[in-house]
């Protein structure tokens, strides 16, 4: 009865550390506002994804067999918000006469992993395969939510401060809308592979 840390760890890398809604909109806060300023929301995001992780290790997706329908609702209504998130990234301008506006916070980074369709396909794919049946729930719950605090801890500053050095190079020139259309894209398209190719992505 036990976790499988080791190839959790190395599966979670590659969900936390690759293109999805949430390194996307870490990318676009940081190209916009800056690094510094953008920390605030990177630790909401990182602490959000707790939200999903407890209920879930504690039996939330049992009821998903009693309602499917909510739980489908649910999953259609997150994805329409990450995309009208991912229409705000494609018009925002990092150029120095760009409209001001304040970063993002803490409270905000909160919410975009609970309405992250990527987040709970990772989790519950997470607890599905890597932990070992009569695991109690106690010990599965924590272990999951360490390991990917832990490499959300390290991975998602990456993605926040690759904005900021992008939109140094880029703020100002042709490029500028270009680069924020392909991070829009990118949103749309990681939601796109979740709804339509696989649970386990």
């Not at 590659?14 to 190209?31: D, F, I, R, Y």
């Not at 920390?39 to 009693?66: D, H, N, R, Y």
């Not at 150029?95 to 369709?117: D, I, K, R, T, Y």
Request: hydrophobic share 60%; charged share 10%.
């Amino acid at each position: 009865m036990s976790v499988a840390i080791t190839s959790f760890l190395v599966f979670g890398a590659s969900q936390v550390g690759t293109p999805g809604p949430a390194n996307m909109a870490l990318m676009a806060t940081g190209a916009r506002f800056g690094f510094r300023a953008a920390l605030p929301f990177v630790a909401g995001v990182a602490l959000g994804k707790q939200l999903i992780i407890w209920p879930i290790g504690f039996g939330l997706m049992e009821l998903s067999t009693a309602a499917p329908g909510i739980f489908v609702a649910l999953k259609w209504v997150s994805a329409a918000y990450i995309c009208w998130l991912a229409w705000k990234v494609a018009n925002l301008r990092l150029a120095v006469g760009a409209e001001q506006s304040e970063a993002p916070g803490f409270v905000a980074g909160l919410f975009v992993h609970p309405l992250n369709p990527k987040a709970w396909a990772m989790i519950v794919g997470g607890f599905s395969n890597f932990v070992a049946p009569g695991t109690p729930a106690l010990q599965a719950t924590a272990v999951i939510a360490i390991c990917l605090l832990s490499l959300q801890i390290v991975l998602h500053p990456i993605w926040t401060l690759a904005g900021d050095r992008i939109a140094k190079t880029v703020a100002g020139s042709a490029a500028e809308k270009y680069l924020m259309w392909t991070l829009a894209a990118l949103t749309v398209l990681s939601v796109l592979f979740v709804l339509f190719g696989g649970e386990s992505a």
